[in-house]
């Protein structure tokens, strides 16, 4: 069973507007939201992310908003730039046993339109 | 400072083989996970190792074993290989890798191909 969703695997957007970018989750245990971002022939690299105490954080031109009660959470991206195109992926940080580890969606594949 | 490095980047092998995967994470990082990530998926969790000892393992067989040196570096093994054992393996490291908000810092991975 897939704890955390992303249920669109890819995005296209103009530059110059908003991407937003969707991540479902099933665990309610989980206490931190990351989003990572993918170039190909790369490792993931940390974007932004938000504690499950939170519903916004914003870092420049990213924000997250995280929504409790639908276990959804969101990447805002403002104004998208053609060098965001990658894949974006969410995860979820929780504790197993005493072991942290981040469960991750499935990616969604951004890409900005000049 | 170096990133997380990992060698080789990519490596074949056929069914039956074993494996092994380097990682040298950032300096003063002691935490080395190990996420496994099969085209068209997110990475999943395999190990996270702290301190030389194994502090957990994801749902994968007992043909995947790891470890963790002195100096913080790790190897994966992989024994027996499969088909489906083809994927892009990725090292992340972190400093104690507990804290809730604690990033992880990945390497680009050692892609494998079994046939």
């Known amino acids: 069973d897939q704890q955390v969703k992303q249920n669109s695997p890819s995005l296209s957007v103009q530059e110059g507007r908003i991407s937003i970018l969707n991540c479902d989750y099933t665990?309610?245990?989980?206490?931190?939201f990351l989003w990572y971002k993918k170039y190909p022939a790369e490792g993931p690299t940390f974007l932004i992310s938000?504690?499950?105490?939170?519903d916004k954080n914003e870092d420049g031109r990213f924000t997250v908003f995280l929504n409790k009660s639908a276990k959804h959470l969101s990447l805002h991206i403002v104004p998208s730039q053609p060098g965001d195109s990658a894949v974006y992926f969410c995860?979820?940080?929780?504790?197993?046993?005493?072991?942290?580890?981040?469960?991750f969606g499935s990616g969604t594949q951004l890409t900005v339109l000049p | 400072d170096a990133g997380v490095t990992q060698s080789p980047t990519h490596l074949i092998k056929t069914r039956g083989q074993q494996v092994t995967l380097r990682c040298s994470p950032i300096?003063?990082?002691?935490?080395v996970s190990w996420y496994q990530q099969v085209l068209g998926q997110g990475p999943q969790f395999i190990f996270q190792?702290?301190?030389?000892?194994?502090?957990g393992r994801g749902n994968f067989p007992d043909r995947f074993s790891a470890r963790q040196f002195p100096n913080y570096s790790s190897e994966l093994n992989v024994n027996a290989l499969l088909l489906g054992d083809s994927a892009l393996y990725l090292c992340?490291?972190?400093?104690?890798?507990?804290?809730?908000?604690?990033?992880?810092?990945f390497g680009s991975g050692t892609q494998l191909s079994v046939l």
């Open positions: 190792y702290y301190e030389k000892e194994e502090r």
């Open positions: 300096s003063g990082h002691k935490s």
């Open positions: 665990n309610s245990m989980f206490d931190y």
């Open positions: 992340a490291s972190s400093f104690i890798g507990q804290s809730p908000g604690e990033k992880l810092f």
């Open positions: 995860a979820a940080s929780g504790l197993s046993g005493s072991a942290r580890q981040l469960t």
């Open positions: 938000i504690s499950s105490i939170k």
